[in-house]
């Protein structure tokens, strides 16, 4: 039931765009905005369609600015958001949101780290309050990071230590792809690392980033954007604005030699490649181009590497990959990111096989294009998917919220499907042969321990 209704929303939507798009050439969503003198931003999105709201607060900070040699802070910090304040004690946040009918979560990325919740209209002020009582303070104790910590490392343990291919294929790929530490590093984090953070680390993150003007709050739901802004000013407008630091130098140029690196796992039953592009820049003419042909390449089973070399050649079991693979989309993301790829292949083949596939897929878009048909299959399920990412409340909050971080604009959210529209086969033709090179891979190849021929080669100097 839940899919039907999924599909006729977004095909009345996709209708909708075109009809509208038509006369205005602009498809708008309702957004509105206010930023508190202490630098907070507040978007809200009114929908009384139901009587619920989806929140979002989201700190422009992620993993790329954690501490050096304190890595997997910013993953750790975000857990240690939920283990209470002086006024409200753990507990407290699942009671009040769960209580009601409500969920919420939260996650850590390169470049920022977003709490959601969703629940009931009446509910709104409560989370408000909750929201704001953790960014004014937290429960700073030694048992609550030795707590954390501990599990920080338990998840470690079961989605990398003891997992076959270990998202070597996130962790490892930066780490080769990048040079420099913001971007190279271990967002998990190493035990040491994790270990080695102290109180005064977390004090320190917390009196840094997460203060008001370094978050975006977004509401949307059942409620007026002058309600909400109320709210907003009722709970946040006392917190007071600290300075931030200035930003570091991300940026990184494509790289201009192949990188290449041989491992093995020992829980592995079959050889894996992990393969990186660096992307272009966010708000850069070829971003959006670009994540047209990502999933023109690897979006779905209709993409040419798995229409190619999974059910074609053979070659491969699977592939699965996109921009900003595995922690987001291409939409996103702030600093230098890669258009990633984790792919099974078949014993019998060999890497340089399943490479030399892909660089002829890659070659044909590169020198033809891509037919109008393909393309327009391509874009309608871009549409479709962005519009079905907006569907919800909770995550329309969120995607909105993130787009006024990362981009300066939650209105991004209504432009997108034009920028998407406007792409063609000369855009997709020459990002191909821009950012898709040999020279700008890099390459892991992870075998199973009994099928190693050679041990595992060091990482090349960079």
């Not at 038509?22 to 929908?47: F, I, M, R």
Request: net charge neutral.
């Amino acid at each position: 039931m839940r899919t039907v209704r999924l599909s006729a929303l977004v095909a009345g939507l996709c209708l909708a765009f075109a009809a509208h798009a038509a006369d205005t050439d602009t498809w708008k969503l309702p957004v509105a905005v206010k930023k508190l003198d202490n630098g907070l931003t507040v978007v809200v999105s009114e929908d009384h369609s139901s009587p619920t709201v989806g929140i979002s607060m989201v700190y422009h900070v992620g993993m790329r600015l954690e501490p050096q040699n304190r890595t997997g802070f910013a993953h750790l910090f975000e857990h240690l958001m939920f283990e209470g304040t002086p006024d409200a004690p753990k507990g407290t946040f699942e009671r009040v949101i769960q209580g009601g009918g409500g969920v919420f979560n939260g996650s850590t990325r390169a470049d920022y780290t977003n709490y959601i919740a969703s629940a009931p209209s009446s509910a709104l002020a409560p989370i408000l309050w909750l929201e704001a009582d953790r960014m004014k303070s937290l429960d700073f104790s030694a048992k609550n990071l030795a707590n954390q910590q501990n599990v920080v490392k338990e998840e470690i343990r079961v989605n990398v230590k003891n997992q076959p291919y270990g998202l070597f294929f996130w962790t490892d790929l930066n780490r080769l792809a990048f040079d420099k530490w913001a971007n190279d590093h271990d967002g998990y984090g190493s035990f040491k690392d994790l270990d080695h953070a102290s109180i005064a680390d977390v004090k320190t993150f917390h009196d840094t980033f997460y203060q008001p003007a370094n978050a975006v709050l977004g509401i949307a739901g059942d409620v007026t954007p002058e309600q909400a802004f109320a709210l907003a000013q009722k709970y946040f407008g006392s917190l007071p604005a600290r300075a931030l630091p200035p930003r570091p130098d991300v940026s990184e140029p494509l790289n201009t030699k192949t990188r290449h690196e041989e491992q093995t796992d020992a829980l592995a039953k079959v050889p894996a490649l992990a393969i990186g592009w660096k992307m272009p820049a966010r708000g850069s003419k070829d971003q959006i181009p670009m994540m047209v042909l990502s999933q023109l390449l690897v979006g779905d089973d209709a993409s040419r590497f798995y229409q190619g070399l999974v059910k074609g050649r053979e070659l491969l079991l699977n592939i699965n990959g996109g921009v900003n693979f595995p922690l987001g989309d291409g939409s996103d993301y702030a600093g230098p990111t890669l258009l990633g790829l984790f792919a099974l292949y078949k014993p019998n083949g060999t890497p340089e096989q399943v490479l030399a596939a892909i660089d002829e897929e890659i070659g044909k878009v590169a020198s033809d294009g891509v037919d109008d048909a393909t393309l327009a299959r391509v874009k309608t399920k871009m549409l479709s998917d962005w519009y079905g990412g907006l569907e919800s409340f909770l995550g329309r909050a969120d995607t909105l919220a993130k787009l006024q971080t990362l981009w300066g604009d939650a209105n991004v959210a209504s432009r997108m499907p034009g920028w998407i529209e406007a792409v063609n086969s000369d855009d997709i033709k020459r990002v191909a042969r821009a950012y898709l090179t040999d020279a700008n891979r890099s390459v892991i190849v992870r075998r199973p321990v009994a099928a190693a021929a050679t041990p595992a080669a060091k990482t090349p100097a960079k």
